[in-house]
Nanobody, 112 residues
């Protein structure tokens, strides 16, 4: 089982930026598609971004053009660069890898 540990959350003003990290306990080269999800209070979990082992990326329409998912094989880490944050971006952000592996999540709070 892959262990995933997120970091980088915090409090930011609307329009600001944050970069989230998700460190994996094993090589991400062989893991497959990794994803970032978020869950806001009282709402269902939402897929935010994904990156395949081949480097293809996909984004939710709500974050397209503002968020960027990337990976660093040397550090076994994926990132989520979040720019132009909006108040609706307030949520717990979790990373996910195949076989239903999840991190504990990191809280992002965007103040308006």
């Amino acid at each position: 089982q892959v262990r995933l540990v997120e970091s980088g959350g915090g409090l930011v003003q609307a329009g600001g930026s944050l970069r989230l990290s998700c460190a994996a306990s094993t090589s991400i080269f062989s893991i497959g598609t990794m994803r970032w999800y978020r869950q806001a209070p009282g709402k269902q979990r939402e897929l935010v971004a994904a990156i395949t082992s081949g480097g293809t990326t996909n984004y939710a329409d709500t974050v397209k053009g503002r968020f960027t998912i990337s990976r660093d094989y040397a550090k076994n880490t994926i990132y989520l660069q979040m720019n132009s944050l909006k108040s609706e971006g307030t949520a717990v952000y979790c990373c996910n890898s195949p076989e239903d592996n999840w991190g504990q999540g990191t809280q992002v709070t965007v103040s308006s």
